[in-house]
């Protein structure tokens, strides 16, 4: 009975697009986990050129993201939030969202409606946005740069 109850209940179409990709985000982590494990090769330790910063000579959007993502995995939280504040939001609403997701597919709990994580994905670029802009400033204004 419970059964076919979960069987009725499907993610809409924005949620059910937004976890599959974060099931294949998920997967690409696992393999270059696995990756390391057996090969000891480093995924992020991999260094490639950013196309925006050889055009302009300024730092991109996403400047940093790398960075960061080593140094959470770390367990360097203020680094981290120093090379790439938006990366700590969005590992917490993607946790969020995946756990919310799977409850809601195995066991039919459903927390908010369908769509309602877009609106953090619009903060996550506002964040993104504001931090490029403040890292630009500080590059051209200030000569400082955030990355190497």
Known sequence: MIRSKICKNELGNTDKLLYELGLVALGIGIAAVLLYFTTGIN????????????????????CGGTRA??????????????????????AVIYVVFMVRCTLYIVFGIRKSRDGAVVKYLYIFLALMIVQWIVKVVAQIGFNYYWFS
Do not use: M, Q, W
């Open 43 to 62: 995924v992020l330790a991999l260094k490639y050129p950013c196309v925006f910063n050889k055009v302009t000579h300024l730092c991109c959007p996403g």
């Open 69 to 90: 993502l080593r140094a959470l995995l770390k367990g360097e939280i203020l680094k981290s939030i120093y090379d790439y504040p938006p990366l700590i939001f969005a």
